[in-house]
């Protein structure tokens, strides 16, 4: 008989048909992870939540942390048409600036402009100097076409913008039209070396999709790590199962760290192993690590940690203890980082990794979707928990805010 074990005997998630919040529990089985909830209206729901239950029970957290970044898709226009997109019709009218200032500041945290495609509001830079006004971080959400203008991206950087998530989703442009339907390679590279005669931080964002990007992860961790005076992230996440691209092959959060991992060469139990289950920024379908590589030639890494252990940074080669670093890296790897400390410190780098992997109405769990911190704008204008807005905003939006 197939054993079941209750992880989580109360959570809340939403119904598939009314959306509306429902209670759920997380069941352990043999083959996986599920969801188990019910609508009084619409009756009983099932769903699998991750395939490979040691992946689940390692990275599930009950804990959350305060809203610490509000989404404003500020326009749902947008110069593409990625096929994995999850925003409505690009004829939704875009929210008036009064409604966007007031969500600004009505909200502690700091703000990111998303799309569509942010940079094709002409009011932007009014808009990241309202926030900038008030010490807030502020960052756009870009597939970076427009940041091929430098006068443009100059007149943003003017207006306060700090951060820019850049997507790049491959090296090639025959995943570009796999993608997004058109050759971007060469526009990709201009806007990006535009952004590095900036003071904007850019993080990497790549979206993996099944059986069309997956192969380019060597050459993207190999192009984060030459280009590593721009980049000071890189963000990797699983299509979502909603929008425009529904019928994707699934990807979960065990494949998506067996990818990164493989790509990084990272022992993914041990990476698993050094997370403190106390710390909040991770759950069961997010995480974030740094890696410690050597660059250049034949890069090689040499060791990794969660970020909550980041208190354990050192003189050496990033932590005061050193036993949690050594604990990761083999003999030889112990020396080249010895090595490189001493003689050539400059071929040393610690960068930073997020593995996120999307879920759907069936499976989402609410609690577990406030443990980042980050919020979006859902429907009527009221922020939530970054997974469940969008998903409200797919099924039954309202994207009136006044």
């Not at 006068?151 to 790049?168: H, I, N, Q, V, W």
């Not at 990007?213 to 980049?231: G, I, K, Q, S, V």
Request: glycine residues 6%; proline residues 5%; charged residues 25%.
């Amino acid at each position: 008989m197939n054993a079941r074990y209750v992880l989580k005997d109360s959570t809340k998630s939403l119904c598939p048909h009314c959306y509306r919040e429902i209670p759920a529990s997380i069941i352990e089985e043999c083959n996986g992870i599920y969801m188990e909830k019910s609508c009084p209206d619409h009756g009983l729901f099932r769903a699998m939540v991750e395939k490979d239950a040691s992946v689940y029970k390692a990275l599930m957290n009950k804990s959350s942390v305060p809203a610490q970044v509000l989404i404003i898709p500020i326009t749902h226009r947008c110069d593409l048409r990625c096929k994995m997109c999850f925003l409505p019709d690009d004829g939704v009218p875009s929210p008036s600036r009064a409604s966007i200032f007031c969500l600004i500041d009505n909200f502690e945290g700091n703000i990111t402009f998303s799309g569509g495609e942010p940079i094709l509001r002409d009011d932007l830079p009014e808009l990241i100097e309202h926030a900038f006004k008030q010490g807030r971080d502020t960052c756009i959400v870009t597939n970076g076409l427009r940041l091929c203008e430098k006068k443009l991206l100059y007149k943003l950087e003017d207006a306060g913008l700090t951060r820019c998530l850049f997507s790049m989703n491959g090296l090639s442009d025959d995943v570009f039209k796999q993608i997004e339907d058109r050759p971007l390679l060469q526009k990709k590279l201009v806007a990006l070396e535009n952004l590095r005669g900036t003071s904007i931080k850019v993080s990497l964002s790549t979206t993996l999709v099944s059986g069309v990007n997956t192969e380019e992860l060597p050459a993207l961790a190999d192009f984060y790590m030459t280009n590593r005076d721009l980049f000071v992230s890189w963000r990797l996440r699983t299509e979502a199962a909603i929008g425009k691209h529904t019928g994707a092959s699934k990807l979960w959060m065990s494949d998506m760290l067996n990818l990164v991992c493989k790509t990084l060469n990272i022992d993914r139990e041990k990476l698993l192993k050094g997370i403190n289950p106390n710390h909040t920024y991770h759950g069961a379908s997010h995480l974030g690590f740094n890696v410690l590589s050597t660059v250049g030639d034949n890069r090689r890494t040499l060791g990794y940690r969660t970020f909550a252990q980041r208190s354990y940074m050192s003189k050496i080669v990033g932590f005061e203890n050193r036993k949690l670093l050594f604990d990761n890296m083999s003999f030889s790897q112990k020396i080249v980082g010895a090595f490189y400390h001493v003689f050539q410190p400059s071929r040393l780098m610690w960068y930073n990794v997020h593995v996120f992997a999307w879920p759907d109405v069936y499976n989402i769990d609410l609690e577990e979707a406030k443990q980042t911190g980050i919020y979006h704008v859902g429907p009527g204008g009221k922020p939530m928990p970054f997974r469940q807005a969008i998903i409200l905003n797919d099924a039954m939006p309202d994207w009136n805010w006044e």
